[in-house]
């Protein structure tokens, strides 16, 4: 089975669960204050006595819609697959659309799947159009009435199995394949490989590629089957992060020296500045017990925060065989748990940030405390006492950037080619002042967001201060 989270909603998937002569299952759950609550049972909405209603990690939850990937074999032993998407309409679960790729006998279609708002994407690694078995991605697009086939994906080279794992963020999207992991950005138009991400160190050995996550300017690949202590396998996760030049390896996060065999990155999770990296085989507390490692970016520095177990540890367990993260929650599976399985729920605090940054002849004018959830945020510019202007104009972009001006100011926020300006206020000096509300929405936790102000008024040319990059958290 699989699992999805979104904000205060999460879906787990019983893909052996018989309900009548029906299988599968998934469950719908909301939280409120620390309690989790089962609030719906979704089943197959055509169920055959041979559907494998959400079987695979193929399920993804997104505001008001739900997609669950369904596998059948017919009588003569032929096997397709569909996806069906659920839409939530005043309070019941609804099922809206069945997705079949053409022609529809393709058996691994709907293997992943990911949603973002009104747009969903479908692997189906056993698409031969480019070759056997090469794989293709499909992205589909709710119009308001229907979901309507977007756009068909594939790798530009690379192994085969393209769209053994997926994850979807706005107009960027993140295929893992056999050995590499492609990000695709969407023009407007159409969606357009921008980069191939390749470990420094990978091998063909090391199951790159097979789970991956997408979060803003930063993208994880995990590697369940690298070696790094003395040719033991132990894992890794291969974090990768989006500058003005292009996709960059920004770390390579490994296991400590005991987990040897524990399958360090098999499953991966990304949101905001929180990585949760799965390590299923751990053996710290008993026998392939399992664990989770939680990392922090602070300083543009990825650190290790905490290490999470099931509550009941066990041996053979292997606790985190699938994880998921957003929002402060996390979830982690011990598919051998007694009594059939079971996912332990955890708050992952995001700690508020605002980290200065500067370069060129930017004046350090710009000040402004990390953003707390539900709290009332001021920002300073001090023109007066920098460049003599009257008027500031507070920039909020989705991305860093480093692009040197004319003059040698440097402009140091960026919208990532995703053409979205997150914010515009203007207010007077000689300080300015600005008075930011931020959410109580706890979905916000861990949201990027870069700023940096310009000066305008009475002195000329305008100049650019110095940045600072926010993040929403808890405390």
């Known amino acids: ?18 309900v009548g002569s029906v299988t599968g299952v998934v469950y719908v759950y909301e939280k409120s204050g620390n309690l989790w609550t089962r609030t719906a049972v979704l089943t197959a909405a055509a169920p055959t006595t041979t559907s494998l209603f959400g079987f695979t990690r193929g399920i993804a939850v997104s505001g008001g819609f739900i997609a669950v990937g369904i596998s059948d074999v017919d009588g003569s032993g032929n096997v397709s697959a569909s996806v069906c998407v659920f839409q939530e309409i005043g309070g019941i679960w609804t099922p809206v659309a069945d997705l079949r790729p053409p022609p529809s006998t393709l058996a691994r279609f709907g293997l992943d799947v990911s949603l973002d708002g009104c747009r969903l994407a479908v692997a189906d690694i056993g698409d031969d159009d480019q070759g056997t078995s090469a794989g293709a991605v499909y992205l589909y697009e709710f119009d308001g009435t229907t979901w309507a086939l977007q756009d068909k994906l ?19 999207l993140l295929v893992g394949a056999a050995d590499e992991a492609y990000v695709f950005a969407f023009d407007g138009s159409r969606w357009q490989t921008e980069a191939t991400l390749v470990g420094q160190d990978t091998m063909v050995t090391d199951n790159y590629g097979r789970a991956v996550s997408l979060s803003g300017q930063y993208a994880v690949v995990g590697a369940s089957n690298h070696p790094h202590v003395s040719a033991q396998v132990g894992g890794a996760a ?17 296991p400590d020296l ?23 085989g751990d053996d710290e507390f008993a026998a392939n017990a399992g664990a989770a490692h939680l990392y922090d970016l602070a300083a543009g520095i990825w650190s290790e925060e905490e290490k999470f177990s099931s509550s009941g540890v066990g041996s053979e367990i292997f606790f985190a065989s699938q994880i998921a993260l957003d929002g402060g929650n996390a979830f982690g599976s011990s598919p051998f748990a007694e009594d059939g399985g079971a996912v332990y729920a955890f708050d992952v605090c995001v700690k508020s940030k605002a980290e200065f940054r500067n370069s060129g002849t930017n004046p350090a004018s710009y000040s402004i405390a990390p953003p707390l959830l539900g709290t009332t945020v001021q ?49 007077t000096g000689p300080v300015a002042t600005f008075l930011l509300n931020i959410p109580s929405d706890i979905s916000l936790a861990g949201f990027a967001l870069s700023t940096q102000a310009m000066h305008f008024g009475g002195v000329q040319p305008f100049a650019l201060s110095n940045a600072i990059d926010l993040i929403l958290g808890q405390y």
């Open 379 to 427: 920002a300073s510019i001090d023109l007066q006492g920098t460049t003599g202007h009257s008027l500031a104009l507070l920039l909020g972009f989705d991305s860093q950037d480093s692009l040197t001006l004319r003059g040698g100011q440097t402009l140091l926020v960026s919208d990532g080619g995703s053409g979205e300006l997150l914010g515009l206020p203007t207010a």
């Open 258 to 280: 005991l987990c040897l065999a524990c399958g360090f990155g098999k499953s991966v999770a990304i949101d905001g500045s929180s990585i949760l990296v799965s390590a299923a």
């Open 238 to 254: 291969y974090v990768f992060r989006r500058d003005p030049s292009g996709w960059v390896q920004d770390v390579e996060l490994l």
């Open 1 to 18: 089975g699989g699992m999805s989270i979104d904000g205060d909603r999460a879906i787990i998937s019983s893909g052996r669960t018989v």
């Open 154 to 172: 594939f790798a530009s080279s690379g192994n085969g199995a393209f769209g053994l794992a997926l994850d979807l963020d706005g107009d960027r």
